[in-house]
Nanobody
Framework: QVQLVESGGGLVQAGGSLRLSCIAS????????MGWYRQAPGKQRELVAV???????NYADSVKGRFTISRDNAKNTAFLQMNSLKPEDTAVYYC?????????????WGQGTQVTVSS
């Protein structure tokens, strides 16, 4: 069993900050990448940011310069620091972990944490 536990969501005013955390536990083979996705009401889930085991990062254009993803490989933990939040950042944020075992890709998802930005 693999479990992803997210925390750090909440309600914040526009311009404020939040920090999301995701801890992965259980029988996970070598983690390749950890990332954050979000889904707003009526919209498709979209990539927010991803970080590889080597530290390479990729961000959605809409969050570049405002959000920072980081990870602690030893603790299988990923963080998303969100600054200068905007109302359009309101969504459920999901943690994603990608691992490989015997050449097979495994994707794991957290339960999601709500982020609400008020104007």
């Amino acid at each position: 069993q693999v479990q992803l536990v997210e925390s750090g969501g909440g309600l914040v005013q526009a311009g404020g900050s939040l920090r999301l955390s995701c801890i992965a536990s259980g029988s996970i083979f070598s983690i390749s990448a950890m990332g954050w996705y979000r889904q707003a009401p009526g919209k498709q889930r979209e990539l927010v940011a991803v970080i590889t085991s080597g530290g390479s990062t990729n961000y959605a254009d809409s969050v570049k310069g405002r959000f920072t993803i980081s990870r602690d490989n030893a603790k299988n933990t990923a963080f998303l620091q969100m600054n200068s939040l905007k109302p359009e950042d309101t969504a459920v944020y999901y943690c994603n972990v990608v691992s490989y075992g015997r050449g097979v890709r495994y994707d794991y998802w957290g339960q999601g944490t709500q982020v609400t930005v008020s104007s």
